[in-house]
């Protein structure tokens, strides 16, 4: 069919084929992780562009940097779910506490993180969520794990039982270092053309990159970068 395209249509075509993907790097933990997965998709499909999701381990950031998860402040962690609950009253998205908070993540990251379709992981992915923030019974035990999956029409056994082995393990290792490698320093995250946009509240920004008119000048951001620091904090 390509063929029959005039010229123009063709490089168009050929164009949005190779845009390079919106990667979206989370972990279950996080809330607005859970809400920003919500809405990755429409915001990516109105720029043609296809959503890359990275499981990643949100503690490990947390201890490559020294800091303290939003969930260790007591006043921060009430703030937090204050704030997501607005925010999805007004997307019209289903939020509920999960279980327990904080939680292990572990099986459930290294089981987004296997080798499966695109279409099969986002599915995954979706029952995951819903399963930590949609209501659900968490996803901590195998168990509840395994029913995500089977939920997703997935062989769950199979795949919880590969999730345990040391390539599994690896693989979530690997896709937090290169994350932190790319200056990924919380969840969500969205890396697209180059640029880092941290956080549910940068999808605005990210819609303006995406369109082409990103506002932010080259050469004031170097001049950020090379701001000195007049005081330190002990």
Request: glycine share 8%; aromatic share 8%; with cysteine.
């Amino acid at each position: 069919m390509m063929g029959l395209l005039p010229l123009s249509a063709r490089v168009v075509h050929s164009k949005i084929m190779t845009r390079s993907p919106v990667r979206f790097y989370f972990d279950f933990i996080s809330p607005y992780a859970y809400l920003a997965w919500t809405q990755i998709h429409g915001l990516a499909a109105r720029y043609d562009r296809s959503v890359e999701p990275v499981p990643i381990l949100f503690a490990a950031l947390l201890n490559s940097y020294g800091q303290k998860g939003p969930a260790e402040i007591p006043p921060k962690r009430e703030y937090i779910f204050k704030n997501v609950l607005r925010i999805a009253h007004r997307l019209g998205v289903k939020l509920e506490p999960p279980p327990s908070h904080p939680f292990n993540p572990l099986l459930a990251l290294r089981t987004a993180s296997l080798s499966i379709s695109k279409e099969d992981r986002r599915r995954l992915i979706d029952e995951l969520f819903a399963a930590t923030w949609g209501g659900g019974s968490g996803i901590v035990e195998p168990e509840d794990v395994l029913a995500c999956a089977a939920r997703a029409g997935l062989d769950g056994a199979a795949l919880v039982t590969k999730a345990g082995t040391p390539e599994a393990k690896e693989q979530l290792r690997r896709q937090t270092d290169e994350a932190l490698g790319r200056g990924v320093f919380g969840v969500p995250t969205v890396i697209t053309d180059g640029e880092l946009f941290w956080g549910y509240d940068s999808f605005p920004d990210i819609e303006v990159r995406l369109a082409g008119r990103d506002p932010l000048p080259a050469e004031l951001l170097e001049r950020w970068r090379k701001l000195l620091a007049s005081a330190t904090r002990h």
